[in-house]
Structures are given as structure tokens and as C-alpha cells.
Nanobody
Framework: QEQLAESGGGLVQPGGSLRLACAAS????????IGWFRQAPGKEREGVSC???????YYASSVKGRFTISRDDATNTVYLQMNDLKPEDTALYYC???????WGQGTRVTVSS
């Protein structure tokens, strides 16, 4: 069974950058597609980005041009590079496997001066 673990969250000033990592492990032979989601306080969870096994990528309009998703097949890790962060990016960020429906525990991102 696939297991996912996020890391890399933290507190950053507006305009700053963070790189989140989603490490996949377990017996699943099909880790991808993997997506990043976020949930801000008092708001519904929303999809941020995802990447498929053949490299197809998707970005929500709110992050396009600022966030970049990538993957390292050698370590089964998916990264989310977040640049030019804004206060509205503050949320708990999760990664999830679309095939396995596995979810990580989340990593918190806070953008504040």
C-alpha cells in the first residue's frame, strides 16, 4: 500500500519561496499521478498541482507561474517549488496518490510578514 509523507513547510515572508517534498513508499507499483492539495483555515480543500507518470502537469490558476511541480523517479519524491508566495497561499498542504487514494499527513505553510 502506498504511503506518502510531506515535508518542507514553514513560515515565510511574502515574496519568499519554499520547496515541499512528497516522498512515496510502499508496495504500490503505480505511484502516479500524484497531486498537491491545500486547505486554508475555514476554506474547502483545493487542488494545487499534479504530475502524471508521463510528465503531464497541471496547475491551478491561482498558482500558475509561481509554483513548479517536479519529480525524482529515483527516490519516488514529488516536489512543489513555491515562489513569490502570498499570504493567501497560507494553508495545510497535502500530497495524494490518485490511483491509491493515499494521503500524507500534511505540511503547514504560513506566509506572513
Amino acid at each position: 500500500q502506498e504511503q506518502l509523507a510531506e515535508s518542507g513547510g514553514g513560515l515565510v515572508q511574502p515574496g519568499g519561496s519554499l520547496r515541499l517534498a512528497c516522498a512515496a513508499s510502499g508496495s504500490s507499483s503505480d505511484f502516479y499521478p500524484i497531486g498537491w492539495f491545500r486547505q486554508a483555515p475555514g476554506k474547502e480543500r483545493e487542488g494545487v498541482s499534479c504530475i502524471s507518470s508521463i510528465g503531464f502537469v497541471y496547475y491551478a490558476s491561482s498558482v500558475k507561474g509561481r509554483f513548479t511541480i517536479s519529480r525524482d523517479d529515483a527516490t519516488n519524491t514529488v516536489y512543489l517549488q513555491m515562489n513569490d508566495l502570498k499570504p493567501e497561499d497560507t494553508a495545510l498542504y497535502y500530497c495524494a496518490g490518485y490511483v491509491s487514494d493515499a494521503w500524507g499527513q500534511g505540511t503547514r505553510v504560513t506566509v506572513s510578514s
